[in-house]
Nanobody
Framework: VQLQASGGGLVQAGGSLRLSCAAS????????MGWFRQAPGLEREFVAA????????YYADSLKGRFTISSDNAKNTMYLQMNSLKHEDTAVYYC???????????????????????WGQGTQVTVSS
């Protein structure tokens, strides 16, 4: 599985960006995918995740309402729409994928970066204040 993130850039506070993550290398019905971000000097943190089949989504509480994760299964592409961007959203954004667990799991599973097997290269998002 290969993941290619794109769509980052420089935007003013209050603006919007849409990130894309193109996936290749296999069928993804049994996968979940997510976005994480990492600011300089900080831990990589969970942003959002989506189950590829069925489209159930999970969000970091602090980002609900501003960020929206979605997927286009026909294009094997995941998106992250980011609105009302703030300076503190500045980070490298990574997309990642993991195999679905055999049983239902809660938010804590999908927000745990150790559950993700495949990672994209990251795309820089810079929000000027």
């Amino acid at each position: 599985v290969q993941l290619q993130a794109s769509g980052g850039g420089l935007v003013q506070a209050g603006g919007s960006l849409r990130l894309s993550c193109a996936a290749s290398g296999g069928g993804f019905d049994n996968y979940f995918m997510g976005w994480f971000r990492q600011a300089p000097g900080l831990e990589r943190e969970f942003v959002a995740a989506i189950r590829w089949s069925g489209g159930r989504t999970y969000y970091a509480d602090s980002l609900k309402g501003r960020f929206t994760i979605s997927s286009d299964n026909a294009k094997n592409t995941m998106y992250l729409q980011m609105n009302s961007l703030k300076h503190e959203d500045t980070a490298v954004y990574y997309c990642a994928a993991g195999s679905l667990p055999g049983i239902h799991r809660s938010f804590s599973y999908y927000s745990d970066k150790s559950r993700y097997t495949y990672w994209g290269q990251g795309t820089q998002v810079t929000v000027s204040s």
